[in-house]
């Protein structure tokens, strides 16, 4: 019964913020005031007053919501998720925030799966489908997932949908073949991504991206630093793969590791560097594992400014030992 109780009041913000459309978006334009009291029976010629309840607050403009998706592991690299609203603390710029928002209940997914199909693929591509699918398979029937593949072009094999049989498809029809255009492909997918929006309360989902490559980028009309910082206005945490080859002492293999390093940490996702792609099975399931073992975060930002400038987060809890992983900040919201 505790547990229910502490969850409860994350489920109520949460029907509140998507009633007045605002859950999932990193900010959004709004205040809270009370609500007028219900109107009277016009058939009661004289009703009694109304006793005093308590009221649900209704929608004005003038504060934002900073929403965060937060990871907790402990030294042995297990997820922690039985930590409740009080053991986190949450800072921007250095000041604390007051956390309005908790929940740790396992939402519902929008997921755009990338995949590199270039030539250096041409005798990995099995395998990366054969893990790619089975990735695909952990899907809650809520999620919805897309799939893209990139080598010198970019392309949407399947749109957003749940059907697990057809995302499949999609990813058995790729083939290896051409350059890396690593850059667009990640565009693309952000892009698609901010196209998903809710229309009910179950359509709510947070959002992922998992990219899969085995080199640096060599053919995008896009730069890395337009990228990441598209990334950094976005909702979604990336997850990133980097398969290592034979030589990882050359130059082209670092700067891909760096590219992938700061795109995860800067969105709250995560890198993983498997030597082999037989390990690649391994890695879809860890990051299948942490989309069901996060919490999430809002709160209202004390910085009132409108500025659009950078502001950065840092999340604490109180359990020894235990690590939380989020976006590491956001762009404010400027004046319109």
Do not use: C
Not at 82 to 94: R, Y
Not at 232 to 240: M, N, P, Q, W
Not at 307 to 332: E, H, L
């Amino acid at each position: 019964m505790a547990r229910r109780r502490a969850e409860r009041p994350g489920r109520d913000m949460r029907r509140l913020l998507f009633a007045l459309g605002v859950i999932g978006t990193l900010t959004v334009g709004g205040s809270f005031a009370q609500a007028p009291a219900p109107v009277p029976d016009s058939q009661n010629a004289t009703p009694a007053p109304p006793a005093p309840q308590p009221q649900r607050p209704a929608f004005r403009a003038g504060i934002e919501i900073v929403s965060l998706n937060v990871t907790v592991m402990d030294p042995s690299n297990h997820y922690v998720t039985d930590l409740d609203q009080g053991d986190f603390s949450v800072f921007e710029d250095g000041i604390k925030q007051d956390v309005t928002f908790f929940s740790r209940r396992q939402q519902p997914v929008a997921l755009s799966l990338l995949l590199d199909s270039s030539a250096s693929m041409e005798d990995k591509i099995q395998t990366l489908q054969t893990a790619a699918s089975n990735f695909v398979h952990r899907l809650k029937p809520n999620d919805i997932g897309q799939v893209i593949d990139f080598d010198s072009r970019v392309e949407v094999r399947q749109t957003f949908t749940s059907n697990q049989n057809e995302l499949e498809a999609a990813i058995q029809q790729t083939s290896a073949g051409g350059s890396t255009s690593l850059y667009n492909a990640v565009y693309i997918a952000l892009k698609e991504l901010r196209k998903i929006k809710a229309v009910n309360e179950e359509e709510v989902r947070r959002q992922a991206l998992v990219l899969f490559t085995d080199g640096e980028d060599t053919s995008s009309l896009v730069s890395f630093d337009e990228v990441l910082d598209l990334a950094k206005r976005s909702e979604t945490a990336i997850y990133t793969i980097g398969l290592r080859g034979p030589d990882t002492q050359t130059k082209g293999f670092h700067e891909a590791e760096y590219v992938m390093r700061t795109l995860a940490q800067e969105t709250g996702g995560r890198s993983f560097f498997p030597a082999k792609i037989e390990d690649l099975a391994g890695v879809y399931s860890q990051i299948a594992d942490e989309l069901a073992s996060q919490y999430t975060l809002g709160y209202s930002s004390r910085n009132p400014r409108r500025d659009g400038a950078w502001r950065r987060i840092v999340v604490q809890v109180s359990r020894p030992n235990a690590t939380p992983r989020t976006k590491r900040g956001y762009y404010a919201p400027t004046s319109r």
